[in-house]
């Protein structure tokens, strides 16, 4: 699977319980994988994931929920809580796309935290691809 990371602090709150008791962790830090994803825009290769015994071991609910104890995460996203959680312990399971291919316009995040945190999320250098008009964001005309 393959996706872009999450242009916003989102998993920094989410898990901010788990990064506060592992002092020094990526967990949720504005690095590649490890701050996120946003399933705007996701690639799937359906064999794989069907053959993946790892994959299929994810979704029962005892391995699910063991791994939402570890790191004190109690999403409400769906299946994009399912790929960040599960992409912190087997970041080999995923791809993360350059942000470009999902360049996320919302900034609402920008009000619960200082601007330099927000940046360091929000950040996508490139020619945009496919925009995000995620939030309240106006795609914009060019």
Known sequence: MAMSNDLQPQY???FGEYRRLHPGTDVGSPRPGKQGFNTGVV??????????ILYNKLLQSDVLGSLCSKYYFKGYLGHQDF???TGMEYPNLYYTLDCTWNRQLDTA????????????????????????GN???LIPFT
């Open 109 to 132: 995040w920008m009000k619960n935290v200082n601007e330099t945190v927000f940046d360091s999320y929000h950040e996508c250098a490139g020619t945009v691809k496919i925009y995000h």
């Open 135 to 137: 939030g309240n964001s």
């Open 83 to 85: 790929f960040t959680l």
């Open 12 to 14: 920094r709150e989410d």
């Open 43 to 52: 690639l799937f290769h359906l064999e794989r994931m069907r053959n993946s």
